[in-house]
T-cell receptor
């Protein structure tokens, strides 16, 4: 079975600085998707970024980028120019493609932004 | 698009009562998922549907839980009878597997916070 591990229960960063959240996963599949979701205090799950395993290029979305290391089964999220609105729980998630799409989530990392 | 809609947003009930949670997926999405979030177990999949048909219900904790999807725009998750350990946030999510990008990305509703006293 696939597993996702986030080893940092909590992280903090100064506003405008850069922070990296770690995620590792375990799978025997060669094709899959990886996601980062953000859950602010409103508890809404918001998609931040996604990465297809077959793509070598790391995904980027504005201030958010990932470092995808397939061989190491590592998928970290980098947040540049941190803003107060980035404060939230961040969940790393894995899914298989093509119909077997259930998400397997990590335990989450609580990110605090210090003004 | 209004996104995934869930109702109610909050539900407080007493042990032994029946609870029904509702979900309207994003129009055109052919997959619907029910997740539960607790402090102890994190986010876990309960059941998912494809084209209104249940595909995997291995995450449903016990027979007290049931889910239906009578049509492409509506699903329910029912707990009967409810117990205090069912207290959690229940999320519905939907996705689309097809030729239009992005596919295979799940979009979540706002969740229902259930408290069973």
């Amino acid at each position: 079975a696939q597993t996702v591990t986030q080893s940092q229960p909590e992280m903090s960063v100064q506003e405008a600085e850069t922070v990296t959240l770690s995620c590792t996963y375990d799978t025997s599949e060669s094709d899959y998707y990886l996601f980062w979701y953000k859950q602010p205090p409103s508890r809404q799950m918001i998609l931040v970024i996604r990465q297809e395993a077959y793509k070598q290029q790391n995904a980027t979305e504005n201030r958010f980028s990932v470092n995808f290391q397939k061989a190491a089964k590592s998928f970290s999220l980098k947040i540049s120019d941190s803003q107060l609105g980035d404060a939230a729980m961040y969940f790393c998630a894995y899914s298989r493609p093509q119909g077997a799409q259930k998400l397997v989530f990590g335990q989450g990392t609580r990110l605090t932004i210090n003004p | 698009d209004a996104g995934v809609i869930q109702s109610p947003r909050h539900e407080v009930t007493e042990m032994g009562q029946e609870v029904t949670l509702r979900c309207k997926p994003i129009s055109g999405h052919d997959y619907l998922f029910w997740y539960r979030q607790t402090m102890m177990r994190g986010l876990e999949l309960l059941i998912y549907f494809n084209n209104n048909v249940p595909i995997d219900d291995s995450g449903m904790p016990e027979d007290r839980f049931s889910a239906k999807m009578p049509n492409a725009s509506f699903s329910t998750l029912k707990i009967q009878p409810s117990e205090p350990r069912d207290s959690a946030v229940y999320f519905c999510a939907s996705s689309n597997y097809g030729t239009s990008a992005p596919t295979d990305t799940q979009y979540f509703g706002p969740g229902t916070r259930l408290t069973v006293l």
